[in-house]
């Protein structure tokens, strides 16, 4: 594949061979080329100059800030199809979810720019006469996006829209598979900045390529009091106890081995066009996506052989041409992970469907394959491990209860879901004693979570960490004050004081 041109349309000249990471496409394993890496031994250099940019951005007004997002979302539509095109050819997923991807960009942009001017806080009553009490939100300093390769750009953008309004810069590691991407991002940023005008300090947003060891400088940096990062929960719980050590702040969107309950009363042709999306779109390499499909013992035998229609239907290829639904595994890696798991299953007496090499003579390195399902006689621990691939593990259920417990029962908790029309079991999923997950969904699958909502959520981390809702409060800090207008002091007003040592 020749992709010179786009790569220069977005500002991307790449040397031909040379040191530094080498980019190959997992659509037909080309070389795209060679990025240069930054050291870890850089990374002390890179948060300093980052310091000194948020000190002056800390200092213009929000809504000003908010005025630089409103122009990198200008050039992102631009750009959004030869960027779109980017991530399909960089990450492998489908043209459309690839643009998808960049609207989720566009619309975070559109959420932060109206985020600027709400950045408020609370006024207290304070219980001493002639004395007011109000919180304000401040800027907080450096904030560090550790991005995963399957979500190339929009992880990035969740993040670095609202640190901006909320007076952050961003230092941005992207996956080592995914780099021409973020420096994709980054001139169509500067593009952004040379618009907005002097305001702009330098180095808002620094990109650096590389392997482990320059994340992990960056989760030690003491001058990054923020660092979200986007992985599985091993890397989660790594971040989180480094990061933790020097008290700063981890904002974290993990692993998600979700499921779907089909209930007794569900919409079957919606299920199915539901299930088929979730659990093979983009290859089964959403942190979404659908992993654990748990039916109503009486509905099972009418739901299977449509699901496995479906599925036999699929159209598998190339995820640049029009037409494809599921594009490559991202490496051979990946390819050998989903066939370990496969084998696991057999081994805890599953049934397979799918799951092979696809088309290995058009492409032979590349790693397509066919999705799986696999009719599962217990949740076994294969199952309840998240294998970034497309295999969605099929449970019986009998009692509601059962089969909550059994969605529960894993230790990731991003999505879920349940399809029925009985109102008493949607909202018994929906309530304190239902799903467990950061995301609970009623007649919709796991995935394509929308700006709004705070993204992730996580049960091992917390609840909701990016994207929408209050999440903006992540990237800064409270300082509540006490101001005193009164004539009198407090002791003389009766007010008693208690001095601490």
């Given at each position: ?23 190959r ?7 795209l ?5 930054t ?7 890179i ?8 000190e ?11 005025e630089?997002v ?11 199809e ?5 991530v ?7 043209v459309?979810e690839?643009l998808?991807?960049?609207q989720?960009m ?8 109206g ?7 609370l006024t207290i ?19 560090a996006?550790?991005?995963a390769?399957?979500?190339p750009?929009?992880v ?6 609202l ?20 420096l994709a ?5 500067e ?15 620094i ?12 989760v ?5 009091p923020?660092?979200s990062?986007?992985g ?9 106890v480094k990061?933790a050590?020097?008290?700063?702040r981890?904002i ?10 089909v ?16 659990a093979?779109?983009?290859c ?20 299977l ?8 239907s ?10 494809v639904?599921?594009g490559p ?5 990946a ?19 799918g ?8 492409y032979a390195d590349?790693?397509?394959?066919k999705p799986a399902?696999?009719?599962m006689p ?11 691939a497309p ?8 009692t ?21 029309t ?11 004693a239902?799903?467990d ?11 394509g979570?929308?700006i709004g909502g705070a993204?992730?959520?996580?049960k091992e981390?917390?609840g909701?960490r ?17 101001v ?7 002791l003389?007003q009766g ?7």
């Amino acid at each position: 594949m020749q992709h010179s041109d786009l790569l220069s349309r977005l500002g991307l000249e790449l040397p031909a061979g040379g040191s530094g990471l080498a980019v190959r496409s997992p659509v037909d394993g080309a070389s795209l080329g060679t990025v240069p890496v930054t050291a870890a031994s850089e990374i002390p250099d890179i948060a300093a100059r980052s310091q000194r940019a948020f000190e002056a951005w800390r200092n213009v007004p929000a809504p000003r800030r908010g005025e630089l997002v409103r122009l990198l979302g200008e050039e992102l539509r631009a750009a959004k199809e030869d960027l779109g095109r980017l991530v399909t050819l960089e990450m492998g997923k489908i043209v459309q979810e690839g643009l998808g991807e960049v609207q989720e960009m566009i619309d975070i942009c559109d959420f932060a720019v109206g985020l600027s001017r709400q950045l408020y806080g609370l006024t207290i009553a304070s219980e001493r006469p002639g004395h007011a009490m109000r919180e304000t939100w401040h800027p907080m300093g450096p904030c560090a996006v550790i991005s995963a390769f399957n979500f190339p750009v929009a992880v990035w953008s969740w993040n670095a829209a609202l640190a901006l309004v909320c007076g952050d810069p961003v230092i941005w590691k992207p996956s080592e598979k995914t780099p021409l991407t973020a420096l994709a991002c980054q001139r169509i940023f500067e593009r952004a900045v040379a618009r907005f005008g002097s305001d702009a300090p330098a180095d808002l947003l620094i990109v650096v390529n590389g392997g482990r060891d320059v994340g992990e400088a960056l989760v030690a940096s003491p001058l990054v009091p923020i660092v979200s990062a986007t992985g599985s929960t091993r890397m989660g719980r790594e971040v989180s106890v480094k990061v933790a050590e020097r008290f700063g702040r981890s904002i974290l969107e993990l692993g998600g081995n979700n499921a779907m309950i089909v209930a007794p009363t569900a919409d079957l042709e919606m299920a199915v066009r539901a299930i088929v999306f979730s659990a093979v779109g983009t290859c089964g390499q959403r942190c979404t996506t659908l992993r654990r499909l748990i039916v109503h013992k009486d509905v099972r035998d009418a739901l299977l052989p449509r699901l496995k229609a479906a599925y036999a239907s699929v159209s598998i290829g190339n995820p640049l041409e029009a037409g494809v639904l599921v594009g490559p595994l991202n490496d051979k890696g990946a390819f050998e992970g989903m066939q370990r798991a496969l084998e696991q299953a057999k081994a805890d007496g599953g049934v397979v469907t799918g799951g092979e090499r696809a088309l290995a003579d058009q492409y032979a390195d590349a790693w397509y394959v066919k999705p799986a399902i696999v009719e599962m006689p217990a949740q076994t621990d294969i199952v309840r491990h998240e294998t970034f691939a497309p295999i969605l593990y099929v449970l019986t259920y009998e009692t509601l209860e059962e089969a909550i417990a059994l969605q529960n029962a894993v230790p990731q908790g991003l999505s879920s879901c349940i399809f029925t029309t009985d109102i008493r079991e949607a909202e018994t999923f929906l309530s304190a004693a239902g799903s467990d997950c950061g995301i609970a969904n009623v007649n919709i699958g796991p995935s394509g979570a929308e700006i709004g909502g705070a993204f992730g959520g996580e049960k091992e981390t917390g609840g909701g960490r990016e994207s929408g809702s209050d999440s903006w409060k992540a990237y800064m800090r409270r300082q509540t004050a006490t101001v005193n207008y009164s004539k009198a002091l407090p002791l003389a007003q009766g007010i008693k004081f208690e001095i601490m040592g």
